[in-house]
């Protein structure tokens, strides 16, 4: 099922990475639960999806604070990062995104806008064959406010040259879609995977 995309004649797309793109939100769980599990810390799925879009650093900040735990930043996310890149041969990329890409590919230009890390990205991007569509990647560490801020998607724009007004977003988490509105732009919103499942 192709998303059907608001009406307008957008000059450039911004999308998010992570259950935008890339189908990666059940492995992305799946190794956030191993990884915490190593520090004996609980990320209930219901939760995990809550904070869609938030940089990785941030989500392990607020599990500290959450469960009164001092877990170091920098190793939970790399042993989350590489859990994840282990199960890179699994992944799939969305495919009402997908086409969106592969029809406009060429026409307009693309840029990626993630809460991720750069590696992050670019590995899953790399994984599905799609890394050389993209022009400009704007990943965790380029901006200073995340999501909902709408800071990564309008440095996005400025990197395309495209005004604000004329870029598309698509995004699959709250914060993204208040982050796309809030820079002015359009946004699609992507359906999460169950939402997927049940349309098929």
Not at 23 to 40: F, K, Q, R, V
């Amino acid at each position: 099922m192709i998303l059907p995309l608001p009406p307008g004649d957008f000059r450039a797309y911004l999308f998010d990475c992570d259950g935008t793109i890339a189908d990666s939100m059940p492995l992305h769980y799946t190794a956030w639960c191993a990884a915490l599990d190593e520090w004996g810390c609980e990320f209930p799925e219901e939760l995990f999806y809550a904070w869609g879009g938030r940089p990785i650093a941030d989500i392990v900040a607020a599990l500290n604070e959450r469960h009164g735990l001092a877990m170091p930043v920098d190793v939970v996310v790399r042993r989350q990062e590489e859990l994840y890149q282990r199960s890179l041969p699994e992944l799939t990329a969305v495919p009402g995104v997908l086409a969106h890409i592969e029809d406009a590919h060429g026409r307009i230009p693309f840029a990626v806008v993630s809460g991720s890390t750069r590696e992050g990205v670019t590995a899953s991007l790399g994984t599905l064959g799609l890394l050389d569509r993209f022009q400009e990647l704007v990943c965790a560490g380029d901006y200073t406010r995340p999501k909902p801020d709408p800071e990564a998607f309008l440095l996005a724009a400025r990197l395309l040259g495209v005004p604000p007004a004329d870029c598309l977003v698509f995004e699959d988490t709250d914060l993204g879609i208040q982050a796309a509105t809030a820079a002015g732009m359009a946004a699609v919103r992507v359906p999460a995977p169950w939402e997927r499942a049940a349309a098929v």
